[in-house]
């Protein structure tokens, strides 16, 4: 072979090798720019909840399980708390539906009754697959729907409102109005929620006149030594009664012009009951 022929040869070698590495280096590059380009989408959260099918609010209040709602320390989150079931179920299924702004939010789960008191803890907002957390604000409340499986199942649904007391606030009214509750001190709470609670804990002698009301803030009311004004709207004179945790008591009650005032410490749970 001559010596032109040789060196036409070795060109065409470097040139067909020059080619392969240019086309392995547009390959691995294209490769590259297309998963950077994908979006991460969220981790989907199995479906822990069903939907609710049973009667609601038909069984007699009595009968009604017993349940708080908290917010945390730092307003993010809420727990839902099982105290007491008076007719046998053996799992909570429960959907809760809260306004954000203009917005209509929510989340569910399930819950298993075995052992009680029991909670269940939720984030207002959303979390993305890399951990990244959106936290839902001006949150006004809503409403909490739970359904109870046994024997027999049955489902309750009542209302809750949210207050962040950035303005300080000492006086606050729940969702139907109907309920107030004021101490100076409140001022100093970051939190409040107060829940018309579909049941109420114990037996109570006489006929209810109004909802069990639930106050709760991100640290105990209880820690408060004053007294706290409490005010029921009805359309008749009643009897507030408080439960402090272990039994129901009577509070010194006033009917003036369609509300019924009662003043005393921090109690579990309130309720206007009819005067024998």
């Known amino acids: 072979m001559s010596k032109l022929n040789l060196q036409n040869l070795n ?24 998963q950077k380009q994908k979006t991460v989408e969220p981790v989907a959260t199995p479906n822990t909840k069903k939907k609710v099918t049973s009667p609601i ?6 009968e009604r399980p017993y349940l708080r709602l908290e917010p945390s ?15 046998a179920a053996s799992q909570l299924n429960y959907e809760m539906e809260y306004q954000t702004g203009s917005m209509l939010q ?37 409403n909490l729907l739970a359904e109870f499986s046994g024997t027999e199942n049955y489902a309750v649904k009542s209302a809750w409102r949210y207050f962040a007391n950035s303005g300080k606030a000492s006086e ?16 100093k709470h970051a939190y409040i929620i107060i829940y018309n609670s579909p049941g109420y804990p114990g037996e109570i002698d006489g006929e209810l006149l109004s909802d069990p009301y639930v106050v709760t803030s991100e640290k105990s009311l209880k820690t408060i030594s ?13 009897q507030i009664m408080g439960y402090d945790g ?10 003036t012009d369609g509300v019924v ?3 005393g410490p921090a109690m579990d749970v309130y309720v206007l009951v009819k005067k024998s």
């Open 11 to 34: 060109t065409k070698k470097k040139l067909l090798i020059s080619g392969i590495i240019l086309l392995l280096v547009l390959a691995a590059v294209t490769i590259f720019n297309s």
């Open 261 to 263: 005032q009662a003043s």
């Open 57 to 62: 609010n038909v069984i007699a209040v009595e």
């Open 172 to 187: 606050f009214t729940s969702q139907d109005t109907k309920f107030t509750i004021n101490n100076q001190a409140l001022s």
């Open 73 to 87: 320390s730092d307003g993010h989150y809420i727990t839902i708390t099982v105290l007491e079931v008076k007719k």
């Open 106 to 142: 929510g989340f569910g789960g399930l819950i298993d009754l075995t052992n009680l008191p029991v909670t269940d803890t939720k984030l207002f907002g959303s979390q993305s697959a890399g951990g990244a957390i959106t936290y839902h604000e001006d949150i006004k409340g809503g």
């Open 246 to 255: 272990s039994k129901w008591q009577e509070m010194d009650s006033e009917y």
């Open 226 to 238: 004053s007294n706290f004004t409490v005010s029921i709207r009805s359309s008749e004179a009643g």
